[in-house]
């Protein structure tokens, strides 16, 4: 058995004196883990970096066993390491993907938005906002979507102000006025009419905890994990100091 494609590296573990069990996500396989032999050693050391974009051919004799990959590099993404809260967001990413995705289930809209995501970041684009876009795509992705387009009570698509966290439904300003302290605020930028209003800092907190509360609360229980990774929590406080 044997297949090639491309992936984002996002792990890597020593294995033996100097061989390394890496885990990729790429399009067509999904979470892939497997042998890379001299992984561990000076020469392959720089390549096998999570983030990186590789090229890797895996070989096994049977699909289910771990294998090995031979990879070649075609990003390193270097430049993330420059600013530390893309680096809190690669970690995040890497991390999310790792612990949410079924293993060798392929998710091809997934793959790409993240591919897109980790780009803006080495590019340094206005990643944040796409950051938190990702994250409603995780949720939606494994069955935990929400649905911002209209108000869950009253069925008005404008004034969203609120995210039901029961049921991830939005509500405008109208029907839940009474029970605001018991919903969570949808930023601006995440409503339908937002329009080309300017996105704060207040704004992107604000996305980063509504899609946070949705993973610890609805993805990390149906997945027996009693919260979100470290490195999640990593970005919230990077996202407090912007």
């Known amino acids: 058995m044997d297949w090639r494609g491309e992936g984002v590296l996002l792990s890597v573990r020593r294995h033996g004196e100097s061989g390394a069990i890496i885990e990729i996500f790429t399009e067509e396989h999904g979470r892939h883990a497997g042998l890379v032999r001299g992984g561990a050693g000076r020469r392959m050391g720089p390549v096998l970096?999570?983030?990186?974009?590789?090229?890797?051919?895996?070989?096994?004799?049977?699909?289910?066993?771990?294998?090995?990959?031979?990879?070649?590099p075609v990003r390193a993404r270097a430049g993330v390491l420059a600013d530390r809260a893309a680096l809190a967001g690669l970690g995040a990413v890497t991390a999310l993907v790792s612990m949410a995705l079924a293993e060798r289930m392929a998710y091809p809209a997934l793959y790409r938005r993240t591919v897109a995501l980790l780009d803006l970041m080495e590019d340094a684009g206005p990643w944040p906002v796409q950051y938190v876009g990702w994250e409603l795509e995780l949720l939606a992705t494994l069955g935990f979507g929400l649905d911002l387009s209209a108000c869950a009570v009253t069925g008005a698509e404008t004034d969203l102000t609120w995210v039901s966290p029961r049921t991830g439904r939005a509500v405008c300003r109208a029907a839940g006025a009474d029970w605001a302290d018991r919903l969570l605020p949808l930023p601006p930028f995440l409503r339908r009419d937002a329009g080309e209003a300017p996105i704060t800092?207040?704004?992107?907190?604000?996305?980063?905890?509504?899609?946070?509360y949705f993973l610890a609360h609805h993805l990390c229980p149906a997945l027996n994990r009693d919260g979100v990774p470290p490195a999640r929590e990593r970005l919230e406080r990077a996202f407090a100091r912007l």
Request: hydrophobic share 40%; aromatic share 6%; no cysteine.
């Open 201 to 212: 800092a207040d704004d992107l907190r604000a996305g980063l905890r509504l899609t946070g």
């Open 49 to 72: 970096q999570p983030g990186a974009q590789l090229d890797v051919a895996w070989r096994g004799r049977l699909s289910e066993h771990l294998g090995t990959f031979t990879v070649e």
